[in-house]
């Protein structure tokens, strides 16, 4: 036990001398993390829209106004068409509401009214956008605005919410997922630097003609990177949780459980197929995905990964 306290010691100064692994199990995460919470962003927090209105009725101004207090849109004010696609063209705008002055005569007389929505196709996300935001806003218009008498009541009214993220924001299910895959490759990397290290300073043939026995060996290499990696684990916790207030519905007792397991597979084996396949159930619990999303094989692929090939 001495011995083995002695080469755990050594393991630790080792450590602590050897700024790679501190790199690798602190500073890697924390960059993976700044770019996926600022770096990659699936929201659409604001979009520059333009908007050119041909009818002067006092009523449908205030919809053009509601353009402008709308969180989601910046809108700017055309009077030319061509300005519109030339703006489109140039990416000044990512989309435009032209209002026909036709449009109060027909929601007077209770006929349908149209409004014309020009998107950028070549960014299907932000077209989609363009499109729901613009129909939401003139509905919300619609139901305040004095044609509201004139609108046909629906027979079902329906009522969302949604759980666990009321906001929709993406980085609740992006961050959480890239931790999933950076421990993965981080436990790997310092499993794997901690022997080729050994080797490369021609260190590890003096350990081996000691009387150290080979389990010492392979204890005073794993302890050491095992608590490293679960320290690393708690960091990028803290960051998500703390930092960045990513809020954590769950059980800290089996989220630390599970990635305990991971990480002693992760050291316990030598082969990398070996230790994917070992780890596939801990990734998916922890990456933010629900199993019903994948196909059936690969379903059963992944539950087959609690056994090792």
């Not at 949780?241 to 800290?252: A, E, H």
Request: glycine content about 4%.
């Amino acid at each position: 036990m001495k011995i083995l306290l002695a080469l755990i010691k050594k393991e630790i100064k080792q450590i602590l001398r050897d700024p790679s692994s501190i790199i690798i199990a602190f500073v890697l995460p924390f960059i993976s993390i700044m770019i996926y919470m600022y770096g990659i962003n699936l929201d659409s927090v604001k979009i520059t829209m333009g908007i050119k209105n041909d009818d002067n009725n006092a009523e449908v101004n205030t919809l053009v106004k509601s353009f402008g207090h709308s969180k989601y849109i910046k809108s700017i004010i055309f009077d030319n068409q061509k300005d519109i696609e030339t703006a489109i063209l140039r990416s000044k705008i990512k989309g435009s509401v032209i209002i026909p002055n036709d449009f109060s005569t027909k929601l007077s007389r209770g006929q349908k009214a149209d409004l014309l929505v020009i998107t950028d196709g070549s960014e299907v996300n932000t077209a989609n956008y363009v499109q729901n935001y613009t129909l939401s806003i003139a509905n919300q218009w619609l139901k305040t605005s004095k044609y509201k008498s004139n609108m046909k009541q629906p027979l079902i009214s329906t009522e969302v919410r949604t759980w666990y993220n009321p906001d929709l924001n993406s980085h609740y299910f992006i961050v959480p997922g890239s931790i999933a895959i950076t421990m993965t490759l981080i436990g790997i990397l310092l499993t794997s630097l901690v022997v080729a290290r050994e080797w490369e300073r021609g260190t590890m043939e003096a350990l081996l003609s000691t009387n150290v026995k080979p389990i010492q060996i392979v204890l005073c290499k794993y302890i050491p990177y095992f608590i490293l990696g679960m320290l690393s684990v708690a960091f990028n916790v803290f960051l998500c949780t703390v930092v960045f207030k990513i809020p954590f519905r769950g059980n800290y007792f089996i989220l630390f459980t599970v990635m305990i397991r991971s990480k002693l597979m992760e050291n316990l084996t030598s082969s990398f197929v070996v230790s994917i396949r070992f780890n596939k159930v801990p990734l998916w619990m922890i990456s933010a995905s629900s199993l019903d999303t994948y196909s059936p094989i690969l379903q059963l692929e992944i539950l087959i990964g609690i056994v090792p090939p």
